[in-house]
């Protein structure tokens, strides 16, 4: 059960963008990376995003690799739920 409550962005890059959120209940943080999907079609990219949410599976599990909790989409954008890492 995935109940959030987003505190902000806390990132932002060419195609993305990061917010911290916080679970309900646990308080535990996690990052939301929003890819607005139009931009990147636009420029020819788009698959490379989606490559990059397949690479992001929850089963990778590496010290040196944000670990991955899922991801979803809508019409406009991808979202990729990542362990949030505080130093980076």
């Known amino acids: 059960d995935f109940d959030f409550v987003s505190d902000k962005d806390i990132g932002r890059g060419t195609y993305a963008r ?3 959120l916080r679970k309900k209940g646990t308080g535990e943080q996690f990052a939301l990376k929003i890819m607005e999907k139009e931009p ?3 420029l020819g990219i788009l698959q490379r995003a989606y490559r990059e949410v397949s690479l992001h599976s929850p089963a990778l599990l590496h010290n040196n690799i944000v670990r991955s909790f899922g991801h979803t989409e809508d019409d406009r954008y991808l979202y990729l739920l990542l362990e949030f890492a505080p130093m980076g």
Request: proline residues 0%; hydrophobic residues 50%; without cysteine.
């Open 18 to 20: 990061i917010r911290l």
């Open 40 to 42: 990147l079609r636009q």
